[in-house]
């Protein structure tokens, strides 16, 4: 292709562009591995962007009320890397960029919100940064409602190829932008007709055009390499009510002896077409090398929301005492002081009255308290808000007459429901937690572990969670899911026992600032075990002693959520028959794990027979309690389940798989031999 | 709603319909639990779909050239049992729908295939049962140039739901329906405008005709309850050349005081309200009871099928009988005899040249040796196919002009990938096997479920398997996700250590007839560590010892994949120190565990110090293997990962985190003392 038409047309913008193209090139080749072609076919778009419209202060980058950058198609790091470095920010050095993949180095294959400041969000696997540009959007919106648009007005801009618009998740946030009128969303579509396989046809012929329009955006198509196209684009897609798409038509690895084809997707390393591609741009600079012109033009682009800031900080001086208070907390992430002390009441009221209650009840009690005394907590279910119990009276709905509305009807989209609440928290200003069945911690997946990944404390409220879930079967029925949660990094996995251990694990997930939780909540009625009131938090300690043995301890019983109250059962069997047994209760196996040996061995001791009560797979974690922790094998049993569940009564499902007191007596006299 | 001017325009269709409603209403009462208000309204539809078209022999609902009917809904099982029962299958007795959804019944809260022959696959998950149909109708074209259209002509129904079509896995299957324009696929969209929370315009405005018509789909829109229009719509839709989307407005829980609301979804069990729907329908019939002229009227339509069958039967007759053998020995996930000799040649040829190649070129060399001797394999991969290595010469592409290709290029698709597959092999003929990046395990996590749950022998051919990623960082290197595929029941977990592992591998895939397998293979380079041909299939004994100790054996060390030729280092590096090394093999912990104890004490004797060595989380099924099985926690201890990985060259990455053969060593002289 030649470029010359191009470059004579818009000298200095091209070689603004050129400037990432050349950059892109020379470090994907140092690091000989990465993704070059990407931020070459995008360098015009980005261009525009950050030199016309995009709010941003590289001295900065984290002030409140900047514009939001995603990069999707997260693979294109070196594009972030680039704009970061030109425009002068103080992270992302010449020393970084030469640095490229390497260990150590902050510019990492994929971009990571937590080695790089002015990263928005961990992109990489694909369709997830789109989505949660949805909830970046939707904080926005949430926040501009309770602030005003003199403190809170930005827009949140993402850039998405063909990976990302094939992923289903991509429609489930396609839905929820367009249903919200997120009209300060505006993606960016690297229409490039290129994927690893081959050309985009090869496996999709879908009218992106269309599809967008189908639900409720405004489309803008034009050439990608056009800036003057480019800056009209944005100007339309920020006057809209509706989020838009601007269909960018680009040429991957333009200029590269790979355009336009699958190959310029990757490494574009060959020095000979390296300098080929250089010279089509007019770039005369060695590696690395930027000259002194262009870079200070980027570094003036870097400067340009200085004074947007400063006004912005002087704008939010204007606030009430108590509204800045409020909004930098929640930007902090703190919880307010009231949180401690309102959990201690519900627990004290409820281990006088001793309810009987699913804990997914139980957890909508402490939302009861808590919601009112947090107001960035912003709450939703994929469809089953009445299953979840995560609506309280107070939160209003969001819509787009109610942005105050802090409770979202995600529907039917487990997954974008949790990229967006990654996205709402990112954003700042907001605590989201969002309900679905455990079971469906599956469609959530991707995104869960991104949460985990890039250090996001979203909150996922998981009902119905294991064979209590009865007649619906086992498609519905979770037994391998708690082990999947614990087997991820970074991640509390709370399973409570009753209403006090469920305020309790409300009470530390709100205060988590940098890990998610999940909270395994059971669909069936349980009895409260906590009836003696304790002001501390037994579930930070992930496991305690419920019971202690009344005769001899010969046993001890270690239980989870719904089989806590198994384990007393059983435990009042045993003792009948002078069997000393001890009931651990053990909500929160990951800060168990996190105690010092001494506690362990407390409420662990050695000696005693070990039996782990839980109605799922024993891989999920339990080995470790039962035959480490100098417990022994020969002492060790587990009951719970090795298979999928059935379809039938909840009741009769435990019998059929022996998780009742029965059953763990059955074992433990089986251990005691 | 008054419904006398439907009944009266037809009054034998409507008394047909009637039926299943009255049928439904009863079940669920009894039941006291399910989904009353989805085949109430989609009783029309599914009426005259059977009626008049669906080509189905009620004596016989497993021959091959039936037409299939899945319901993607699948909350609405009474749907399907109604419709079973009333067409005289023999399995769905009067008996079963009494016992819907109770302890043993067949009739279970979701249609499961293993427990109801005409039950085509599993469904319940939303989104799946659309996207699985997207793999039969890709099986129909695929056999039917195989073997021709006297042989296979046959269509795939679909009846989805508004939460199916919310499901971001259901874009990826209109993408590859319209890109394949499988016009034997014909979805029914119940277009209720209820979900569980509420209207649907609660979380979605998206127009789905315009979006199906996006993908390329033909879109037929009809009043679901006018059963001229359903016939004609369906007739249309027979006749395209495109896969076609019918949305049949209905009313949820027609005629119940429930109708059009959301409340009308669930379990509708008020006896008044339920005999006031029944009066409406002019239902005089009893609890479970069916007129017998309606009842025979059903069975007819039942038998309607059966001379098709007889006529397919003879013309199968005609085909030779090399063609009828493999049709049979396909459909009955027979692997051909020379199957075991091929691959017995392969591991002989590899032991002797000893290659270093990546287990993802193993399994590519495993592939070019079986595809030409299984033509029922189906292959494919979303968007890596240089990267997963998963095409092999000969197998051709499938596409719009090359029905016979055997790859198919799933796009950037791991969800609709999976599931597709699920249903090309439920379909009948066809293994498939899929490949992506292990990491994106998570995309298709809810179908690799549904392939354990329902036993459907999908292979998931899962490359960069570990930190061996590399530069692209932690967000593409998973540690986690052995741990979850070995969590998950019945599931074959496979993670060679070279090429003679991944060939073994292979052929137990592909010879298991109710298993999913997932083959985790490495990206980076390994040397052959099986050097000595056994013809033997070792992984199927899931564990075994590759290297007895030298001398005096005081370590065993146990290793997977990448991490054997590791274990090997270290053991060179022990013994020269003198300390006897055994090194255990363990590709496979599922057959590992199968085996009787004997052989699990022969391989892990007790007495040594044992060190696992996997580059993932210990939570991936160690401890058994470590602590339990005669193991003791003094002398056991584990080298691999307990954080999410990091962007740096390979091998960097396994010093970082110490995964090395001195790691091993200092690991084990540790536990020596």
Redesign the interface.
């Known amino acids: 292709m030649d470029l010359t038409a191009l470059r004579t047309a818009n000298p200095e913008h091209w070689n603004k562009a050129a400037a990432i193209r050349a950059l892109a090139l020379d470090a994907v080749a140092a690091?000989n591995?990465?993704h070059t072609g990407m931020p070459i076919g995008m360098a015009d778009v980005a261009t525009v962007l950050f030199e016309k419209h995009f709010k941003f202060d590289a001295s900065n980058p984290s002030w409140p009320d900047r514009d939001r950058f995603i990069l999707s198609a997260?693979?294109g790091s070196m594009l972030i890397y680039a704009l970061l470095y030109l425009a002068g920010d103080s992270q992302v050095t010449l020393d970084q960029i030469k640095n490229f993949?390497?260990?150590?180095?902050i510019t990492?294959?994929?971009p990571?919100n937590f080695l790089v400041d002015a990263v928005e969000v961990?992109?990489?696997?694909?369709?997830q940064g789109i989505s949660n540009a949805v909830g970046f959007a939707m904080a926005e919106e949430m926040q501009r409602a309770h602030y005003g648009r003199k403190v809170v007005d930005h827009h949140t801009y993402v850039i998405a190829g063909?990976?990302c618009l094939?992923?289903?998740?991509?429609?489930?946030a396609?839905?929820?932008a367009?249903?919200h009128q997120l009209g300060k969303l505006i993606v960016f579509w690297d229409n490039n007709n290129i994927?690893?396989?081959?050309t985009v046809?090869?496996?999709?012929?879908?009218?992106?055009v269309?599809?967008f329009?189908?639900?409720?955006w405004q489309v803008l198509e034009i050439d990608g390499h056009d800036p003057k196209a480019i800056d009209e684009a944005i100007e339309a897609a920020k006057k809209s009510k509706k989020p838009s798409m601007i269909a960018c038509k680009t040429h991957i690895a333009l200029g590269h002896a790979a355009q336009d084809t699958s190959k310029g997707h990757g490494a574009l390393t060959d020095p000979e077409q390296l300098q080929a591609a250089k010279d089509a741009y007019g770039w005369t600079g060695g590696p690395f090398e930027v000259p002194a012109e262009i870079k200070s033009q980027w570094e003036e682009i870097g400067a340009r929301g200085k004074s947007e800031r400063e006004a912005w900080e002087a704008r939010f001086a204007e606030l009430s005492q108590q509204k800045q208070d409020r909004f930098n907390r929640a930007y902090a992430l703190e919880a307010p002081k009231k949180l401690s002390a309102t959990i201690k009441a519900l627990k004290k009221q409820v281990s006088e009255t001793q309810p009987s209650v699913a804990t997914r009840k139980s957890s909508e009690m402490a939302l009861e308290v808590i919601n009112p005394i947090m107001p960035e907590t912003v709450g939703g279910?994929a469809?089953?808000?009445?299953?979840n119990n995560t609506k309280t009276g107070d939160l209003g709905v969001f819509d787009t007459d109610n942005r105050k509305g802090r409770y979202v009807?995600?529907?039917?989209?487990e997954?974008?429901m949790a990229a967006a609440m990654n996205g709402m928290v990112l954003h700042g200003g907001v605590r989201a937690y969002g309900g679905t069945f455990f079971?469906?911690t599956?469609?959530a997946?991707?995104a869960m572990?991104?949460a985990?990944?890039s250090k996001i404390p979203t909150v996922f409220v998981m009902t119905h969670d294991s064979i209590g879930v009865?007649?619906?079967?086992?498609?519905?029925q979770p037994?391998?899911h708690l082990?999947?949660c614990?087997?991820?990094?970074?991640t509390y996995v709370f399973r409570p026992a009753d209403t006090v251990e469920t305020a309790e694990a409300w009470e530390i997930a709100l205060t988590a600032k940098e890990t998610p939780s999940v909270l395994a909540l059971t669909r069936q009625n349980l009895p409260t075990v906590r009836t003696e009131h304790k002001l501390s938090n037994m579930v930070e300690k992930g496991a305690y002693v419920l019971a202690e043995a009344e005769n001899k301890r010969q046993v001890i019983l270690i239980a989870t959520g719904s089989e806590v109250s198994v384990a007393m059962e059983a435990k009042a069997k045993l003792e009948a028959e002078g069997i000393g047994t001890r009931v651990v209760s053990m909500p929160c196996m990951e800060l168990f794990a996190e105690q010092d040996e001494a506690y362990r061995r407390k409420i662990l001791p050695a000696g005693p027979v070990r039996v782990g009560i839980e109605a799922a797979?024993r891989?999920?974690?339990w080995?470790?309690w039962l035959?480490?922790?100098?417990?022994q094998?020969k002492k060790a049993g587990f009951v719970g389940m090795?298979?999928?569940g059935?379809?039938?009564?909840a009741g009769?499902?435990f019998e059929?798989f022996g998780i009742t007191a029965e059953g763990t007596v059955a074992k433990v006299k089986e251990l005691l031999g």
């Open positions: 690091a591995s990465g997260g693979h993949r390497q260990m150590g180095a990492a294959g994929h990571e961990t992109t990489g696997p694909l369709g063909d990976g094939m992923e289903g998740i991509s429609q489930e396609i839905g929820l367009g249903r994927t690893i396989d081959g046809d090869l496996s999709d012929r879908t009218n992106q269309q599809r329009k189908a639900s409720g279910s469809d089953l808000t009445g299953s009807y995600w529907g039917i989209r997954h974008g079971c469906f599956d469609y997946r991707p572990r991104l985990a990944l009865g007649e619906d079967g086992p498609t519905h037994v391998e082990a999947i614990r087997a991820t990094p970074n797979v891989a999920g974690g080995d470790r035959l480490g922790e100098r417990g094998e090795d298979r999928f059935a379809s039938a009564p009769e499902l059929k």
